[in-house]
């Protein structure tokens, strides 16, 4: 059985909290990472595509994605382009999660 970590990434997810928890996740031998993709108001929190790239560059091993990126606020040509940059990025460990809200 593999076991992956989901994140609700508008809840005040930063920088060093992203890093910690993905170096965490990696070390302790869990499958893969998934984070939602919103913007909140008022609070700290990171921009999907920006932390995934991160994500893809700092790891060697878990998978990882988006856990929905809606297309009602992405471009779904420019969230393609996106995606298969940052699986080039990862060695094809991105598992893209598309839907509607």
Not at 37 to 64: N, R
Request: aromatic letters at 8%; proline letters at 6%; zero cysteines.
């Amino acid at each position: 059985m593999e076991i992956s970590i989901s994140v609700e990434g508008q809840e005040e997810l930063t920088w060093p909290k992203w890093k910690r928890l993905i170096n965490e996740i990696e070390n302790l031998g869990y499958a893969g990472l998934f984070r939602s993709d919103h913007f909140p108001i008022g609070k700290p929190a990171l921009e999907l595509i920006v932390s995934l790239t991160y994500l893809a560059d700092h790891t060697k091993h878990i998978h990882f994605g988006s856990l929905v990126a809606p297309f009602s606020f992405r471009n779904p040509v420019m969230l393609a382009r996106q995606a298969a940059a940052i699986d080039d990025l990862s060695n094809g460990r991105l598992v893209p999660g598309l839907g509607a809200e």
